[in-house]
């Protein structure tokens, strides 16, 4: 029962809901950061109406502002969303808190240092898997991969910036840490507690 897949699910869930509050803690309670495309909303007034929003000249005066408005006829920032942006606020990205805890979780779990046998990777065209052939590719980086590409992917999307997402990941691994110094006490078994690598490379040991 312990150590099994339904615990294991059942931290998980828990791990990532903890994330999620941190989050929101800090984006309601603290930060209350606008929105990439409300910002392009203030952009846009001050290009267009002379609004006194204290917007920094390198940012006006910048080649993104020209292309946008080459390509859309205005300053509004697009996005990939058509309803546009969550209506919360943007510090820190929820999805990289979850993201951040969750990976943590699994580093602690599982043998991160394991090699993922058979790999693959796409053909250019997107119609075939072809093996891939370079350096062995160990559980734990993947890991790593999968939360930053979580993240990285709500930057391109127009919805954060990329320190939301960058400091959501390393949100969501604290509350991850904090939450299995708890779990790690929780044990009757003689287990020695689970060791992993953080975000940034260090080698973390929670004594169980």
């Known amino acids: 029962v312990t150590f099994g897949a339904a615990n ?10 903890a994330a999620l509050r941190a989050a929101w803690c800090q984006k309601w309670l603290i930060h209350r950061r606008l929105r ?12 267009a109406n002379s609004k006194s929003y204290p917007i920094h000249a ?8 020209d292309r946008i408005l ?15 942006s969550p209506t ?5 990205a929820g999805h990289a808190a979850v993201a951040g805890a969750c990976v943590t979780a699994l580093k602690a779990f599982f043998d991160e240092s394991a090699i993922v046998e058979g790999p693959v990777i796409v053909s250019d065209n997107g119609d075939q898997l072809h093996p891939y052939t370079g350096a062995p ?15 990285i992917a709500r930057n391109a999307a127009g919805v954060h910036y ?8 390393l949100l969501g691994e604290n509350v ?3 939450m299995l110094r708890d779990i790690a006490t929780t044990y009757s078994e003689n287990f020695p507690g689970f060791t992993f690598r953080r975000f940034d490379g260090t080698q973390l040991t929670i004594p169980a």
């Open 8 to 17: 294991i699910l059942e931290w998980i869930g828990s791990i990532a809901s």
């Open 36 to 47: 990439p495309e409300e910002f392009g909303g203030r952009v846009y007034q001050r290009i």
């Open 58 to 65: 390198e940012l006006l005066n910048s080649a993104a502002i």
């Open 70 to 84: 080459t390509h859309t006829g205005n300053a509004l920032l697009p996005i990939a969303y058509p309803e546009g």
């Open 88 to 92: 919360h606020p943007s510090y820190p």
């Open 137 to 151: 590719l160990t559980v734990g980086d993947e890991l790593n991969k999968l939360a930053s590409n979580m993240s």
């Open 162 to 169: 990329r320190s939301d997402g960058t400091q959501g990941l």
């Open 176 to 178: 991850a840490i904090e």
